[in-house]
């Protein structure tokens, strides 16, 4: 009876909803359907909003998905309400690298505050200390290079050991603005596809391997060394937009994630080459006349343009051949071999056709600005009138814009950093740090009665590494030359022979720092070599030079009669 009773029930029941499906007046002929729909749309609403939240454009202009980011309905109706996950969680630090900048402010608070050696006025040690903190922070990078250079300038200003004019004197140096204008011009080179085309054309002769393509740019920069004095000028100004279109000619580029596949190992070594080659003449590099200078007014004896080049030929050519070698090992690329880079060279040459417009005058640019390097100073023009004039054409034909000048952040920051460590380099000097230290050298190693030869090689260590104290080679040299080789010549060693090494290891002592020569920065601001590796392989191979400038060049300048 009872199941009798629950199944008339559900029969009722049943033609109760099929009476309201069929238009009785409680639901309508549509009303579940209906229903069902707008539950739907609900849903669908809810799930669009949550998508379109998710993947909002971002403040940058970019639609990357929002991690973390999730709509749920509250309240009876349903309002959606946007609820960030990651909103309980801390913010993520955006700053500096504490732990790196740390370190680097307790090192110049500890030497700030430390006494100071006799003979050193406080202003002296307080801009060391203040100097040092800068390189700290220049290699451990706590912040970008521009960045760290303005922190350091800021102390040195807070903390009254430089005036505003002494902390931004080298902002009017010529060097910063070289190279500077250097990465605007490799801008035109690249943009107009004259980089390229020349590019193609190397790769056309020597693109079967890496090594080859590294060998080809050496050399060719070494070729034309003597001729243009401002490094500065001839590596950045016109082997760098070469060096940087082969690498992005051949897939290798820092802003894609591909630095590694063959450009990290050509910039290095292209680096390192413009060190070797600015050794190899007197014309190499601008420092180097007052190197000639400085030693005839020490030793009274003038040298001659040949007695330089035939001294450095051996173990010049020795490091220029072995150094891309020896960097292939330790620091290889990812691509090393790739024979049918010619071919495909060949067949990108015929795509692009005959030069364009852009392209010609890009070339007219850079031949004059490359002309007036070469002979201007004849005529009065040095190297940041010779490159302005260049920049001028560009801008004046609109083959670039100034707002992509001001858009090389590479070229700012660069200059920025650089100018900075100037200014503070300068200033040691002048205020009597530098002649100081050239002092105690001289009267430590002079007192120790060694034979001439290990008191020449102390003497060279010296000076050679005390170049991390400077961010130019002729600051260096105007500062320490003279000293060293009185030094030298005091303790025996023979006048001419120690003049011509210290001279031309003037210019390899820059192999090691960012900073420590005119291409460094440049190059290093190209981003294809990290700083932990500049810093490494330079080492690395300031001591290979070492060997190969004393030991090999040694036996050649006693082949020559030096000593």
């Not at 004197?169 to 060097?175: C, K, L, P, R």
């Not at 690498?247 to 910039?267: F, H, I, Q, R």
């Not at 005959?354 to 201007?376: H, N, Y």
């Not at 050298?441 to 007192?447: D, L, T, W």
């Amino acid at each position: 009876m009872a199941s009798t009773m629950a199944a008339a029930s559900r029969a009722r029941s049943l033609q109760q909803y099929r009476a309201r499906g069929n238009g009785s007046p409680l639901g309508g002929s549509h009303a579940p359907r209906a229903a069902q729909k707008a539950k739907a749309s609900r849903v669908g609403a809810r799930r669009t909003h949550q998508v379109a939240l998710a993947s909002s454009p971002r403040s940058d202009g970019s639609t990357t998905p929002r991690p973390n980011v999730k709509v749920e309905a509250t309240g009876r109706s349903g309002t959606p309400a946007v609820v960030n996950a990651a909103a309980a969680a801390p913010a993520e630090w955006k700053g500096a690298n504490l732990k790196t900048l740390g370190l680097a402010v307790a090192v110049g608070v500890g030497l700030f505050f430390c006494p100071h050696p006799a003979g050193i006025t406080t202003q002296a040690w307080h801009l060391l200390a203040v100097f040092v903190a800068t390189i700290i922070g220049i290699i451990t990078a706590p912040l970008p290079l521009g960045a760290v250079a303005m922190i350091g300038l800021c102390a040195a200003m807070m903390t009254k050991t430089l005036t505003f004019a002494q902390a931004f004197a080298a902002f009017s140096n010529q060097i910063p603005w070289l190279i500077a204008i250097a990465f605007f011009l490799a801008k035109g080179f690249i943009k107009t596809g004259l980089g390229t085309r020349i590019a193609y054309y190397v790769v056309s002769l020597f693109g079967s391997t890496t090594l080859g393509l590294t060998y080809s740019l050496v050399f060719s920069e070494a070729l034309l060394a003597p001729a243009i004095p401002s490094l500065a000028a001839r590596a950045g100004g016109i082997f760098l937009p070469l060096a940087k279109a082969l690498c992005v000619a051949c897939g290798s580029d820092p802003e894609n994630g591909t630095e590694k596949k063959m450009g990290a190992y050509l910039m290095k070594t292209f680096f390192q080459g413009t060190c070797i080659s600015s050794s190899m003449f007197i014309t190499a590099m601008a420092a180097n006349p007052l190197s000639v200078n400085l030693a005839a007014a020490a030793i009274g004896e003038t040298i001659s343009w040949t007695q330089w080049a035939v001294a450095a030929s051996v173990p010049g050519l020795f490091c220029l051949i072995t150094v891309p070698l020896i960097l292939y090992i330790i620091y290889p690329p990812e691509v090393k071999d790739s024979p049918e880079a010619p071919k495909k060279a060949k067949e990108e040459l015929a795509k692009l056709g005959p030069m364009g417009r852009d392209e010609k005058i890009m070339a007219v640019s850079l031949l004059s600005t490359v002309a007036m390097w070469v002979f201007g100073a004849s005529y009065g023009i040095n190297a940041v009138a010779a490159a302005l004039s260049g920049l001028t054409i560009l801008l004046v034909t609109g083959v670039i814009s100034w707002k992509e000048c001001l858009n090389e952040n590479g070229a700012w920051n660069t200059f920025t950093w650089f100018a900075a460590l100037i200014s503070m380099a300068g200033c040691l000097n002048k205020f009597g740090l530098i002649p100081w230290f050239s002092q105690q050298v001289v009267s430590v190693v002079g007192g120790w009665g060694l034979a001439w030869q290990p008191a020449f090689v102390i003497i060279v260590l010296l000076y050679y590494y005390s170049h991390y104290l400077f961010a130019s080679g002729a600051a260096h040299i105007g500062a320490m030359y003279t000293a060293f080789l009185s030094v030298a010549v005091a303790c025996g060693s023979p006048p001419l022979m120690s003049a011509l090494c210290l001279g031309m290891l003037s210019n390899i002592m820059g192999c090691f720092t960012t900073y420590g020569i005119g291409s460094a920065p440049p190059i290093f601001g190209t981003g294809y070599v990290k700083l932990d590796k500049w810093y490494t392989l330079g080492g690395i191979l300031s001591v290979y030079y070492l060997f190969v400038w004393l030991g090999i060049g040694g036996a050649w300048w006693k082949v020559l009669g030096l000593w």
